[in-house]
T-cell receptor, first 111, second 113 residues
C-alpha cells in the first residue's frame, strides 16, 4: 500500500515558486513527512522533514496541513538545477525504517 | 570529506557470476543502507546496518548478502547474478540521531546478461 500520493510530473518557470503537493491521508501520529529529491543519475538528496509544524531551511519550505493528511513542499525560487524527481516519504525516521521511495513527482524547471 | 563512495561505477555480469559492490563512508555514520533502483521506479531497501557487526534485511534482500566489519565499509555481495538484478545500486549512510537524513553515494549501474 502506497503511503503517499504525488502527481507524476509538473512544470514550473525558472525564478517562480514551485509548489509540490503530497497526500498522506493514512499517516500515523508518530510519523514524519520527509522530502528527498533525485537529480538525474545521482543518488537522492535529503531536503527537509516535519511532523506537524511548518518547516523552512535553506533549500525549501514544508507546509503540513493541520490534519496532517497532506503537505506541500515549496521551492521559493526555482532554478534549472532544481529539475529533479521529488519524493515525499512518510516514516518514523529510525534507521532502516524503510524510507519508501515511491514514484515521486518529476519536476521540470523551464527557463 | 569524500562522503559516501561506491565502486565500481559500472559493471556487466554474466548470469551466474558473483560480485561485491563496495561502499565506504568517512562521516563516522553508524547507519548504512543499500538500495536498488530499477528504471523509472523509486528506491527499494535491500539491507541496512545500525553499526559494525549488525545488519538486517530490508524490503528486497533475496539474492544479496552484506557484512559490516567496520563503521566505514558496507559491502554488498551478489551471488549467482540473475537478469532481475539489473539495476542501479545506491549505498547511503546516516548519523544515529538523524537516521532519516541519509547521504547517498553516486550509485553502481549493474547489468546482468
Amino acid at each position: 500500500d502506497a503511503k503517499t500520493t504525488q502527481p507524476p510530473s509538473m512544470d514550473c518557470a525558472e525564478g517562480r515558486a514551485a509548489n509540490l503537493p503530497c497526500n498522506h491521508s493514512t499517516i500515523s501520529g508518530n510519523e514524519y513527512v520527509y522530502w528527498y529529491r533525485q537529480i538525474h543519475s545521482q543518488g537522492p538528496q535529503y531536503i527537509i522533514h516535519g511532523l506537524k509544524n511548518n518547516e523552512t531551511n535553506e533549500m525549501a519550505s514544508l507546509i503540513i496541513t493541520e490534519d496532517r493528511k497532506s503537505s506541500t513542499l515549496i521551492l521559493p525560487h526555482a532554478t534549472l538545477r532544481d529539475t529533479a524527481v521529488y519524493y515525499c516519504i512518510v516514516g518514523v525516521g529510525a534507521a532502516g525504517n524503510k524510507l519508501t521511495f515511491g514514484g515521486g513527482t518529476r519536476v521540470l524547471v523551464k527557463p | 570529506n569524500a562522503g559516501v563512495t561506491q565502486t565500481p561505477k559500472f559493471r556487466i555480469l554474466k548470469i551466474g557470476q558473483s560480485m561485491t559492490l563496495q561502499c565506504a563512508q568517512d562521516m563516522n555514520h553508524n547507519y548504512m543502507y543499500w538500495y536498488r533502483q530499477d528504471p523509472g521506479m523509486g528506491l527499494k531497501l535491500i539491507y541496512y546496518s545500525v553499526g559494525a557487526g549488525i545488519t538486517d534485511k530490508g524490503e528486497v534482500p533475496n539474492g544479496y548478502n552484506v557484512s559490516r566489519s567496520t563503521t566505514e565499509d558496507f559491502p554488498l555481495r551478489l551471488e549467482l547474478a540473475a537478469p532481475s538484478q539489473t539495476s542501479v545500486y545506491f549505498c547511503a549512510s546516516s548519523p544515529p540521531n538523524r537516521a532519516y537524513e541519509q547521504y547517498f553515494g553516486p550509485g553502481t549501474r549493474l547489468t546482468v546478461t
